[in-house]
């Protein structure tokens, strides 16, 4: 399915979406910076496995996860996950989600390792072994006695990217998951996302270029070139 921005098609739900238990509702849409508008009237319905925001520099990729993360606020619209409302329980929403500001440089006097303690406390389905399956993959064991600020863009990546799969948050937004890692985290992160399209709880949106390399995507969101 296809929901590209500012069209009648966004305000439609796919059959796809219908035929599936929503995860993330959002309804009519609108964000605009002061120099533009990003959003008008956009609507989606996301269901469980992996959805793609593609679009070209510029037309709000980044912008819109942290829409749908409740780190932004909109100008008007509604998002509901399985019910919560952001407008009318924030709190109860917020807890739905997963996400970390790829650029953050909010906990870098932490450890990977109290990053984690930190992300098993937010959420209710984290899962050890998912963590432990993910810092093998990712080589991460050297880096969890270090301070995060002493990380390289790649390694502290692979932290946001092992929480967010750990978390077992039913809504999961990775911005970009492939950039800056080597080849080896990037084939198994590869490996990760083909396992979370066929996850019936669980909504992965991912923010790119392209979907990532096999796949399989239960939708797009097109924000253009």
């Known amino acids: 399915m296809t929901l590209p921005d500012q069209t009648d098609a966004a305000r439609r739900p796919s059959p796809l979406a219908a035929a599936s238990a929503v995860v ?10 002061p120099e533009r508008e990003l959003f008008a009237g956009l609507s989606a319905a996301i269901s469980p496995g992996v959805t793609l925001v593609r679009g070209g520099d510029g037309r709000g990729k980044s912008t819109l996860l942290r829409l749908l993360a409740g780190a932004l606020p909109p100008d008007a619209g509604e998002l509901s996950i399985r019910g919560r409302s952001l407008r009318d329980q924030a709190k109860d929403y917020r807890q739905q989600v997963f996400w970390t500001e790829p650029r953050t440089e909010a906990f870098d ?35 969890l006695a270090k301070q995060l600020f002493m990380l390289s863009t790649g390694s502290k990546r692979k932290v946001w990217l092992a929480a967010a799969f750990a978390s077992g948050a039913p809504l999961t937004l990775l911005d970009m998951p492939l950039a800056a890692l080597d080849k080896a985290s990037a084939g198994f992160v590869l490996a990760l996302l083909h396992d979370a399209a066929a ?11 392209a979907a990532p390399a096999g796949v399989p995507v239960a939708g797009v969101m097109d924000l253009g070139d």
Do not use: I, K, S
């Not at 932490?110 to 072994?129: E, K, L, N, S, V």
């Open 24 to 33: 993330l509702e959002v309804r009519d849409l609108r964000f605009r910076y």
């Open 109 to 143: 006097q932490m450890t990977p390792a109290h990053y984690f303690d930190m992300q098993r406390q937010a959420y209710a389905g984290f899962d050890d072994g998912v963590l432990a399956q993910c810092v093998d993959g990712l080589a991460l064991a050297p880096e």
């Open 199 to 209: 996850d019936p709880t669980r909504a992965f949106v991912v923010a790119d270029y």
